[in-house]
């Protein structure tokens, strides 16, 4: 049975900062990994996805690699803003995610 | 192009009702999932529909249940209600079943408060 962490589960840092997300998850044959943004009482906003043959995806100031054999991605925010602020989410998976339990982001100004 | 749609956005139900929620897909999206998602907690699936059939289904109870339209659209049915059923009920569609580029697409949600 795949289980997904999220490491660490709150985060504050000031704006311009550079920061990594981390997510671990058990079983290393994910189909695809797909980090999402949600805030608060709102649905999830997809922000990449990794498939299972690649390694890494880049969107603007956003990187998310993958690396199966060690069970680990991590999500790079390049100079961060305020309106960053949010809980980011990873979910590995086909259809059926397997989600973390989040990394609460605030990024102070 | 609209989005994945859920209604309603809130409601409150008491223990011992039933609850009916709706989700429409992108247009084009066969596929629809459900999740599960309480306060301060990730998503959990419930079901997977594709093309009208039951292709997964999550550690839910019978009081769970779903179906898909043939326009694709799908409800989410709970019996019995608890209080723990209380949380946000996200629906997410999708092209197909599993591919490379299946991008997963959720909508707002529905948040139920069962009293």
Redesign the interface.
């Known amino acids: 049975k795949q289980e997904?962490t999220?490491i660490p589960a709150a985060l504050s840092v000031p704006e311009g900062e550079n920061l990594v997300l981390n997510c671990s998850f058990t079983d290393s044959a994910i189909?695809?990994l797909?980090w999402?943004r949600q805030d608060p009482?709102?649905?999830?906003?997809?922000l990449l996805?990794i498939?299972?043959?690649q390694r890494e995806q880049t969107s603007g100031r956003l990187n998310a690699s993958l690396d199966k054999s060690s069970g680990r991605s991590t999500l790079y925010i390049a100079a961060s803003q305020p309106g960053d602020s949010a809980t980011y989410?990873c979910?590995g998976g086909?259809?059926?995610?397997?989600?973390?339990?989040?990394t609460r982001l605030m990024v102070k100004p | 192009d609209a989005g994945v749609t859920q209604s309603p956005t809130h409601l409150i139900k008491t223990r011992g009702q039933h609850v009916t929620l709706r989700c429409s897909p992108i247009s084009g999206h066969k596929s629809v999932s459900w999740y599960q998602q309480v306060l301060g907690q990730g998503p959990q699936f419930i079901f997977q529909y594709y093309e009208k059939e039951e292709r997964g289904r999550g550690n839910f109870p019978d009081r769970f249940s779903a179906r898909q339209f043939p326009n694709y659209s799908s409800e989410l049915n709970v019996n019995a209600l608890l209080l723990g059923d209380s949380a946000l009920y996200l629906c997410a569609s999708s092209f197909s079943l599993t591919s490379g580029a299946n991008v997963l697409t959720f909508g707002a949600g529905s948040r139920l408060t069962v009293l």
Not at chain 1, 94 to 102: D, E, H, V, Y
């Open positions: 997904v999220q189909y695809n797909q999402f009482g709102k649905g999830l906003t997809s996805l498939q299972s043959s989410l979910g086909g259809n059926m995610l397997t989600f973390g339990g989040g």
